[in-house]
């Protein structure tokens, strides 16, 4: 546990120096926010990266080192790659190509994917977040950053998807679209962003929006209907090898969780009418995706079935990192009430980071051959 504290440490540190040497910019005509230096930001980063590439005890990564030890060189691999039976060829072919002609350390391996993770979270965070420091801070409060420890196949494509936000405020639909059907031979559940890309697409409260606050609602009256659909469609699916899996490995969604990572579209809807006019493309598009998001965990909480939904709102509540800074910001134009509620989240994220830490997670212990670290 000592070393999520030491992450922890460094990113409010780092964070509270990158926005002391932030700079005003234009973003939208006469629209300025602060952006933090990218060597600022690429330091914040560089710590969570640094311990999940260097790990070799945390969760499922034995699993993963086992199965990368495991694979042949690229000569050998035909038959793995194109295993009907296997899962997400996408990514046996990615770990077979980084051994063949990267590495055979699998931590070499590991670090690549914390790489690209990593940066997948940071650039769209340094690109519009309005508080680099606070998005960072929430990542790791929120324990979001968890996920590069433990679930790094899903969080390797939901940070990928996460970085082509640009894509939807651009209206780049097909090649979006494109993306993430390649991102599905990484992991399946990815199919699950191209029908809610229309939704998020879309104005924030609109009828899309509301329509799909109204199939939340049927779900949730005809649970174990939609949950025997479910295990039908994936019953042939790669999943279907896999649902044991999931079981065994996720433990549900909790209410304090659903609580935490509602809190920010509970706020937009609440302020709604006094923010409508300060919309920025990016938080409209934050707005829905948390609402998305919120959805997706409310139906985990209540669904009981073989696919453990509370997986997949990673997808859209790392938008959240982006719209609860803005909220703060912009629902208050008093500076000094602005400071006290920025305090008081960052007191209550720190609450829930010791809850789902220490008592809900038992502290994940982390452990690594490499550095000699064992916690």
């Given amino acids: 546990m000592l070393i999520y504290w030491i992450i922890l ?15 005003k910019v234009c973003i939208d005509s006469n629209l300025y926010e602060n952006r933090v230096n990218i060597i600022m930001a690429i330091t914040i980063f560089s710590i969570i990266i640094f311990f999940a590439g260097y790990r070799t005890s945390v969760a499922d990564t034995g699993a993963y080192i086992r199965m990368f030890n495991q694979y042949p060189f690229m000569s050998d691999a035909k038959d793995i790659i194109m ?56 990542f790791v409060a929120s324990t979001q950053f968890s996920w590069m420890f433990n679930g790094m196949r899903q969080f390797l494509v939901a940070a990928i998807i996460f970085s082509c936000t640009s894509l939807i405020l651009k209206k780049r639909t097909l090649l979006y679209i494109v993306i993430i059907v390649l991102l599905s031979t990484f992991h399946k559940s990815a199919l699950i962003l191209i029908p809610m890309y229309f939704i998020a697409k879309e104005e924030p409260w609109s009828k899309r929006t509301l329509i799909f606050i109204t199939v ?15 295990d039908v469609i994936i019953q042939n699916s790669d999943y279907s090898s896999s649902i ?6 996720d433990d549900g969604t909790s209410l304090i969780r659903i609580l935490v990572e509602s809190v920010p579209i509970i706020i937009a809807f609440i302020f709604r009418n006094k923010i409508k006019y300060k919309l920025t493309p990016v938080i409209k ?13 409310i139906i985990s909480k209540i669904a009981k079935s073989g696919i453990m939904l509370g997986r997949l709102p990673i997808y859209f509540s790392l938008y959240n990192l982006i719209l609860l800074p803005w909220l703060i910001k912009n629902i208050s134009e008093d500076k000094k009430e602005r400071r006290l509620v920025n305090y008081l989240m960052v007191v209550c994220y720190l609450f829930y980071f010791y809850y789902q830490m220490v008592i809900a997670w038992g502290g994940m212990g982390y452990g690594s051959r490499i550095l000699n670290i064992w916690y």
């Fill in 9 to 23: 440490g460094w990113v409010i540190l780092f964070g509270i120096l990158s926005q002391i040497t932030s700079k």
């Fill in 244 to 249: 044991d899996e999931f079981k065994s490995t």
């Fill in 83 to 138: 295993n009907q039976e296997a899962r997400e060829p996408g990514f046996r072919f990615f770990s077979i190509f980084v051994k063949t002609y990267i590495s055979e350390n699998p931590n070499i391996w590991l670090s690549i994917i914390a790489v690209i993770s990593g940066v997948g979270i940071m650039y769209p965070l340094y690109k519009y977040s309005c508080n680099f420091g606070i998005s960072t801070f929430l």
């Fill in 285 to 297: 598009l934050s707005i829905n995706m948390s609402l998305i998001a919120t959805g997706l965990y």
């Fill in 216 to 230: 939340i609602i049927l779900i949730i009256l005809f649970t174990n209907k939609f949950t025997s659909i479910l």
